[in-house]
């Protein structure tokens, strides 16, 4: 059975190399990723991969640059889960954005959470706006109402 490095390993390259078959195999059915631009989270491993195809064709020069592991807290349920923090660095529509992937990991060494921070504030909106965009293209988002 992996380890929960071996799965961060393997997470960092599938994202590495834009794989979303190796990302699906690492994900549990019910992945909730929570994003620093929307509230609630993505939920389901189809909704979440279809996040992941928007945010791989979004990031410019996106790299890991470190990684922590570790347990913490889920926040869907409070529990203590083993984790890992990975460090990136990219660029979206110019934006330098610092971030981090925190992967919680359920009893299989699977990915049951991914909480993303970015800063600064600046990119985050960037993002938002890039991803979004993306979303509503692959048909994952609702086009916004024209304004009245």
């Known amino acids: 059975m ?57 990031f410019e020069d996106f790299h890991y ?8 807290e889920t926040s869907s349920d409070g529990a203590e889960a083993a984790s890992a923090i990975l460090l990136f660095r990219a ?8 971030g981090i992937d925190l992967l919680h990991f359920d009893e299989q060494n699977r990915i049951k959470e991914i909480t993303v921070m970015v800063r600064p504030q600046s990119a985050v909106q960037t993002l938002g706006e890039a991803v979004l965009t993306g979303l509503i293209a692959d048909g994952l988002a609702p086009a916004p109402s024209a304004a009245r």
């Not at 992996?2 to 195999?25: K, M, P, Q």
């Not at 640059?65 to 913490?72: A, E, K, L, N």
């Not at 660029?91 to 610092?98: L, P, S, Y």
Request: proline residues 4%; glycine residues 6%.
């Open 2 to 58: 992996a380890t929960t490095a071996a799965t961060a390993d393997r997470f960092r390259s599938a994202v590495d190399s834009h794989d979303l078959t190796a990302l699906e195999d690492l994900f549990t059915e019910d992945v909730r990723l929570y994003s620093p631009v929307k509230f609630t989270p993505f939920e389901g491993r189809p909704m979440v991969l279809g996040l992941f195809r928007v945010l791989l064709r979004t």
């Open 65 to 72: 640059v470190g990684r922590f592991d570790g347990t913490s």
């Open 91 to 98: 660029t979206v529509n110019g934006k330098q954005i610092h």
